[in-house]
Each structure stands twice: as C-alpha cells, then as structure tokens.
C-alpha cells in the first residue's frame, strides 16, 4: 500500500471550527475571526510579548466553544438556544437582575405559568454548575498547552468577579481571557451600531466586566482597529496572524483532532454521541472494500468525521423533538449538511472535505436534502451517503429506538434495492458491518473502573438513573453510587461537564482509531 501524506495547517482546522460555533451562537460567520483579529492588535497596542499574543490568538478563536455544548444543554428549557445566545450577547451578564430577567421571559416561552416557573428555577440552579465544568473542561478539547486550556476556561470571567465560571477577579483572569471578552463584545457591538455603539459598552463595562488598563487601551485605539478590520480579508488575516512556527498536523494528527471536534458535536444530542465516528469508519472500511486509492480512502474517511459539523448551526431542540417537524424546522434540520460545507469551505486544506460531506444526505433519485440525482454523485459520497444511513438506523432517535443491526442491514438494502442508495456501495457497507468492531484496550483516565467508563457512556447519552439501571441490570440505587463515584474521580458536578470529559479521554461511545497512513 502506498503512503498517504498530508499537512493541515492546525490554524485552518481552528478557525474553521470558530465558524462553526458561529452558527451554534447566532452570530454571523467570521465574528470569532474578528474578535480574533482584535485582540491580536490590540494585544500589540499594549506591547504584550509574543508567548501572550500566541496564547491570545488561540484563546480568542476558541473562547466560545463552549456554547456548542452548554447552550444544548439548556435545550429542554427554551425554545431555540441558538435564538437565545444571539440575544444573549447584547447583555451586560454582571447585572445580575438583567440577566434574570432575561432568562424569567425566555424559559419555557409558550408553556402554562407554572411549567415555566419550574423551568426557570431548574435553569438558575443549573446554569453555573454547568459554566463551572464547561470551564474546566473546555480547554482539553484540544492539545494546545496548559497555558492556553486554563485561559479557555476563564472567558466568562469579569474583571469584578462577577461572572459565570470560575468567580475569578482582576488578574487573577488571564491576560488573553480578559482581552477575549473585551473583543468579543466589541466586534458585536460595532457591528450593530458602529464605533459609536462599541466605544460606549466598553466606558460603560469599564472596571465591572473588563480591564480599565485593557479598556483604556482600546478607547485611544479602538476607533482605527475597527476601522482595520473593515478593509482585511478575516480568514487570510488570521492564517497571517498564526503564531510562528506554524504547526502543521500530519494525516494521524489531523484525524485525532477531527474525532475530537466530532464527537463534540455530536454530543449535542444524546442520540447522535459517537455518529461521525461510526460514519468514517464504515465510510473507510466500504472505500478500502471497493479498491479506492489511498488518498481517496483518507478523504472519505475525514469527510465522515466532519461531515455533521453543521449540526452546530440547527438548534438542539429541534434534534430533541419526539413529534413531527413542521415545515420550517425541517428546513432548518436539512441545512446542516451545506453548513458543514459551508464553514470548511474557506480553508484551502479542508474545502474538498466540505463539499463531499455536504452530499451525506443524497439519494441517487434527487429526493436528498440537496436534490441532487445520481449523475452529480461521485462513488465516495455514495459511500459517505450509506454509513451515514446505516450508522444511523442503529442508534435511537426521539421518536423511535436504535434497530437492531438486522433490522439495520434490511433497511438499508431497502433502500438500495428501491434505487435510493447506491447497490454496490451498500454491498462494500455491509461488508463491513458484517465485521465486529473491537475498540482498542487502554488504560482508563482518572483511575476510572470498566463499570464506570459504562456508566458515565449511558450518563452523556442522556439517559436517566432508572435507564441506565436497566440497560445494564443493576439498580438505580447502585447506578447513582456510581454516578456519584465518576463526577467526584473526574472533577466535574453535572452532565456536561462529564460529557467534556468523555470526549476529551475518547470514552464517549463507539469510538474507534482511523487507520492512518
């Protein structure tokens, strides 16, 4: 077999997935690039040395990664999360009485008095738990260095100790957190109501939620940096912007963190946890199957690791829905594959890989999400179409339980027999699944026991004490024993927090390694 190389700027993989929290936070795209561009200039306005702009640049693209996972969270309490953090950015989250409010008219808008009342009480007892694990956890999603992960987990900090994660105050927050949530609100605020609107949150906010020292720096300079950004490309000025040495992944390296980002996603909904995964590997194994080359092989299988980035982008209650969809929600649940498409579009090393995730939805009939006939469909997204239909149908969904892998097989050579899916290909599928998939032995994090590494998989799949009792024939006494034992071994008090942390150690489900060249 011949080698496969490839080098992808880790730059390219970062900002792409800012992109992608765009989507899951409302704002348009390249507003995490923005705020990135900010803080890098206004971090050498102030003269701060390059080993603090490197730790900034990596900071200020990633800092609201977080709100992928904590907004879904919340799903169950408001109508539509990413409505709710689009609105939530214009808050002045150290007024406590404002941010109360706030939340008393968007939980459980359209539910009886009482029901939103409960919703409401759940949500403020919940929410800073959550922020915490969020936090603490975040910044393991990738391998940037400690300095930059414990930065990650302090951008809801405010200068006055006022904020949502940590309670830290002064410079006790990291100098790039703190240029973080300054430029953050600015690149917002600007672009609603121009410099105007941005100098005046920052004189306001002043002392409470940002630096005086950062805050003053940006009132004399502040007028020509927004200015800047209004005349520079924001995808190449960031590549530009990248901290020397440039770090490029290798094919191994890059598959490591696109798992990584993947499951991230997926755990957006607990019904999706391990999809991409299951995806590539079955994508992979149908490409080798059918004699593609090598390069082709480690194309389908990156594209089935990334292709439902644009998840990120549909609200997590619309995934969570047990009824029907009406039009306009289905309409937005058949976006996500162009969103994907759409966030890796700009990098040179991954838009190949957009464009062939975004025909994962693709019949060869044109009744896909896209309308696309057999004629516009090249054999490696036929491929990424039918392990995305087979991985699919083994996993549970709202409003039907995971098959059975025979009820599976039959389903999906439905489909191929009625001209939807590709016969071959779903043949090449098959074979695979015909294989059992055995996850590689390793030693587990945090001196976790096999019993609770099971545990805390059911734990991020949503499932409840009593579910998780069933499934594995205990009881729900010894089930909450055992909860008890994860969260205090991992460090964490609530569901995300323990989710962060299976991502972050490879224990989220189904997980498996690529075979890289």
Known sequence: MTSTRQEVRLAEVIASLALATDLATGQPLE????????????????????????????VALLGSVGCILDGAAFADYVRDEIDLRR????????????????????????????????????????????CRDVALHVGGLLDLGPVVRGALGQCDEHWNGTGSGLGLKGEDIHLAARLFILCHDVEVFSRAGGVEAAMAVVKDRSGRVYDPRIAERFLAVGGALIERLQSVSAWEA?????????????????????????????????HTLGHS?????????AARALDLGDSEVMQIRQAGLLHDLGRAG??????????????????RMKRHPSLTELVLARSTSLGHLGTLAGLHHEKLDGSGYRGLTASSLPVAARILAVADTYQGKLEPRPHRAALSPEQAV?????????????????????????HQRVAPSRALPAGLSEREAEVL????????????????????KTVGHHIESIYAKIGVSTRVGATLFAVQHGLAAGDYTPSSE
Not at 411 to 425: F, H
């Open 410 to 434: 039959g389903e999906v050579r439905q489909e191929g027999e009625r001209g939807l899916l590709d016969p071959d290909v779903v043949d090449a599928v098959l074979s695979v699944a015909g």
């Open 87 to 130: 609105e939530m950015v214009m808050l002045d989250g150290s007024k406590s009485l404002q941010v109360a409010a706030f939340f008393l008219r968007k939980t459980g808008e359209g539910d009886a008095p009482f029901r939103r009342l409960r919703k409401f009480l759940t949500v403020s007892r919940q929410s800073e738990s959550v």
């Open 238 to 270: 960031v590549l530009e912007a990248e901290p020397e040495p440039v770090r490029r992944l290798s094919s191994p390296e890059f598959d490591d963190v696109a798992r990584k980002i993947a499951n991230f996603v997926d755990v957006r909904c607990p």
């Open 277 to 285: 995964t299951g995806v590539a590997y079955f994508a992979e194994g």
């Open 31 to 58: 507003h995490g690039l923005r705020r990135t561009l900010l803080a890098i200039w206004l971090g050498e306005e102030m003269g701060i040395d390059s080993v603090e702009l490197s730790t900034t640049f990596y």
């Open 314 to 331: 549909v609200a997590a209650s619309l995934w969570n829905k047990k009824g029907p969809l009406n039009d306009e929600e289905w309409g």
């Open 457 to 476: 998989r059911l734990v991020v799949r949503g499932m409840s004490n009593r579910q998780i009792a069933d499934s594995l024939v205990l009881s729900p």
